[in-house]
């Protein structure tokens, strides 16, 4: 069946805002490439052709190209928050990781360069297959991919930490705002792992002075909502 141009745009599933940096990968063609800042995209494509969106944040989503020359990615954040609900159940950082390590071994295995040198009967040499998927796009495409997935570990890190019960209790915040601070003042990474139940507490303190001061210091502008 001919390829052509499908175009795309990724949005949040519950903010309805469009998201960026999103690599959008055809497992047909091997075709993949970052969304650009208006959450848009075009990727060659035919009927039937399965596409996976993936990024840090978000849990990977895929869909099939039907007769449309316009697809639409709405991805669902790694953490969720749901009004008026003060429990959520949610895995660990770790069971996600090998959850998606699992759900995408071929990026895994097409990904990985393993030893670049093999020992045979005849001695040492080259091994080919580590070779092929060093340079090969298949294996960059693939390589990118789990760069994806490990990201979105690194979020999944901080969100099981960073929770909307914990700042609502810290700043007695809810619904609309409560999403709009922890969306401007979500810590990195590296600090939610160095620091204690203490230091966090008081980052969201410290934070919360500076959101009041200034609600939209730190916002990021939402999209239009027309092409």
Do not use: C
Not at 73 to 93: G, K, L, Q, T, Y
Not at 158 to 175: K, M, W
């Amino acid at each position: 069946m001919a390829q052509k141009a499908i175009q795309g745009i990724v949005f949040d599933k519950h903010t309805k805002q469009r998201i960026a940096q999103v690599y959008i990968y055809n497992t047909a063609n091997d075709a993949g490439g970052f969304n650009n800042l208006r959450g848009e995209f075009d990727i060659p494509a035919s009927r039937g052709d399965v596409l996976i969106a993936a990024a840090k944040g978000y849990f990977p989503d895929t869909l099939a190209v039907g007769d449309h020359d316009v697809v639409l990615f709405n991805m669902e954040r790694s953490s969720i928050w749901i009004d008026e609900v003060s429990v959520i159940a949610r895995r660990s950082p770790e069971e996600q990781l090998l959850q998606n390590k699992r759900e995408y071994s071929t990026a895994y295995s097409k990904g990985s360069a393993g030893s670049i040198f093999s020992v045979g009967p005849t001695g040492s040499g080259l091994s080919i297959d580590a070779l092929y998927n060093l340079i090969s796009r298949e294996g960059k495409n693939a390589r990118r991919l789990q760069e994806i997935i490990e990201r979105d570990y690194r979020e999944s890190v901080i969100s099981y930490r960073f929770t909307p019960e914990l700042v609502a209790q810290v700043t007695g915040l809810t619904d609309e705002k409560l999403v709009d601070f922890m969306q401007q003042y979500r810590p990195s990474y590296y600090f939610v792992l160095s620091a204690n139940d203490y230091n966090l507490a008081f980052y969201i303190r410290e934070s919360f002075v500076r959101y009041k001061q200034n609600p939209e210091l730190n916002r990021i502008p939402r999209f239009p909502a027309g092409n």
